[in-house]
């Protein structure tokens, strides 16, 4: 617990600020020799949120059992990031999530290294030249669509944009359907 403080603390001071506007748990397994439990962790995290070092504290990679671990201990986490795309869409987590206010944050969403084929999936193919789009932005609306943020990685100016273009256009039931049905996990 008394970790959290000494690390955001001294994080802050290499980056020159006052605050963090978020500060999350990487994992729910410990890297300590000790093995510093999470729910001492997570005390730790609100520590450093009532002292007004963040503004918002969440965690990363915990799956349903991992988060009921933290209930009633403290505040809720806003986010839980982990990996989530069409091929793992992480129904039951969102499910919960979404049940207690908790926003799913999404890497990976196009697939990645733990899923190199999803962009040559033929339904997301097919789905993207009915809107003019790449299979990309359709991976992608598929999660804005059921309410997942996502934090696609993009270094070409060309994918930067598209990534930023999914408001424009939407997904029918039947090819949201479809996309969901690409669940392999």
């Given at each position: 617990?008394?970790?959290?403080?000494?690390?955001?603390?001294?994080?802050?001071?290499?980056?020159?600020?006052?605050?963090?506007?978020?500060y999350?748990?990487?994992?729910?397994?410990?890297?300590?020799?000790?093995?510093?439990?999470?729910?001492?962790?997570?005390?730790?995290m609100?520590?450093?949120?009532?002292?007004?070092?963040?503004?918002?504290?969440?965690?990363?990679?915990?799956?349903?059992?991992?988060?009921?671990?933290?209930?009633?201990?403290?505040?809720?986490?806003?986010?839980?990031?982990?990996?989530?795309?069409?091929?793992?869409?992480?129904?039951?987590?969102?499910?919960?999530?979404q049940?207690?206010?908790?926003t799913?944050?999404?890497?990976?969403?196009?697939?990645?290294?733990t899923?190199?084929?999803?962009?040559?999936?033929?339904?997301?193919?097919?789905?993207?030249?009915?809107?003019?789009?790449?299979?990309?932005?359709?991976?992608?609306?598929?999660?804005?669509?059921?309410?997942?943020?996502?934090?696609?990685?993009?270094?070409?100016?060309?994918?930067?944009?598209?990534?930023?273009?999914?408001?424009?256009?939407?997904?029918?039931?039947?090819e949201?359907?479809?996309?969901?049905?690409?669940?392999?996990?």
């Amino acid at each position: 617990r008394q970790n959290v403080p000494r690390g955001i603390k001294q994080s802050l001071t290499n980056l020159g600020l006052d605050y963090l506007d978020m500060y999350l748990v990487h994992s729910p397994e410990s890297t300590k020799p000790d093995n510093v439990s999470v729910v001492d962790t997570w005390l730790g995290m609100n520590d450093v949120l009532k002292a007004n070092l963040t503004r918002s504290i969440g965690v990363s990679n915990f799956d349903v059992k991992q988060l009921e671990a933290l209930v009633g201990k403290g505040a809720v986490p806003v986010t839980n990031q982990c990996i989530s795309n069409p091929y793992r869409t992480q129904n039951e987590l969102l499910s919960y999530l979404q049940k207690h206010n908790i926003t799913l944050t999404a890497y990976s969403p196009l697939g990645g290294i733990t899923d190199p084929d999803l962009l040559k999936e033929a339904k997301l193919i097919e789905i993207a030249a009915k809107h003019k789009v790449s299979a990309g932005q359709v991976a992608l609306r598929y999660q804005v669509q059921r309410g997942v943020i996502v934090i696609p990685k993009a270094n070409n100016p060309k994918y930067i944009q598209e990534n930023l273009d999914l408001f424009s256009w939407k997904l029918t039931d039947q090819e949201f359907n479809d996309v969901e049905a690409l669940n392999r996990h």
